[in-house]
Structure formats: C-alpha cells, structure tokens
C-alpha cells in the first residue's frame, strides 16, 4: 500500500491555512469601484460621478454626426449618473467627436463592399466648474465592423451602420466612464 508522506500532507494543509488567514485578513480592504458608500467617508463614486455636467456635443444639425451625437450623449448621461438624473455638477465634460467609415472587404463583382469599419474619435476635457481648471484631458476612439449584405436588402446597409454607430458610441462612453472614475478615485 502506498501511504502519503506524513511531512508533505503536514506543509500543504500549512501553507492552505495560510492563504485562508491572508484571505481573511485583507478581506475587509476591498472596497468595489461603483458601491453604494465608500470605505474612507468620501462621497460615492456613483455620487461624484452624477455631478458631472455633459455638455451637448457640437456637430452640424441634420448629419448622420448629430445623431451619433446625440446618442452619446445620452449613454454619458446615462453611464454617469444611472438614469436617476444629475445633482449640482461640480466638473463640466466637453466633447469634440469626429466620426469616419472605411470599406474591408469589397467583392469583386460588384465592387459593393462587403464589411465596413466605422470609426468614432473623441477628444474630451473635464473642468472644475469651482476653479475654471481643466483636471482631465484626453483622447479616446472606438472601431467597429459590420457587414453589408447584398444588394437586395436596400436597407440593411444603412442599419448596419446605425447599429455599429450606436456600439461605437457605448464603447467610448464607457471609456469616458472608466476615466472618470479612475481619476475621481485615484486622483489621477
């Protein structure tokens, strides 16, 4: 019979033992990012982050832009404060938003493209409406690909490229959102 190694059962349950003591130890030091209160008597993050004012992103009336526009704005608003509606705002979020489409593949018959990119690059700035002092400056863009069928579904082009719009635009409001929180947290 083969029988385990008295000393080897003795350091593994050891060494267990100690990971569960570390585990427990440092359990009360994890705060979530996006909690109801924070740990150190601070505002919640989701607090600070409903005070942000988005300003309407500028971008000619009546382009396909001013609707992209527009839907990032409302899934900033959205992301920021939850859909509850904004308190007195303390910073103040500025866009400047280009958008563009490229063709990947086209088919060689019909020189129609077949997948499609869209593009959407913003540059943002947030302000401390209290001092007038920019605190962030950045950069941010999404690309997203969609196909295009053939040419018997007319519309399928055009909502395609609304649906990958409206992708693009979750996408870079998050990383707005994840932005912001990284520096109303850390500071930086």
Known sequence: MWWPDRRKVVLGVLRVSAVMLAAGVTAGCFQPLYGDRSADGRPALRDVLSAVRVNPIDTPNGTPEARL???LRNQLLFDLTGGSGTSSPTHELVIRMTSNRSSVIVDLTSQRPDV???????NYA???LATGKVVIQSTTFARVSYDTPGSEQRFARLRGLRDAENRAAKVVADHIRNRLASYFIAGT
């Open 116 to 122: 499609e990119n869209f593009g959407v690059d913003l």
């Open 126 to 128: 947030v302000r401390e």
């Open 69 to 71: 526009a527009v839907e």
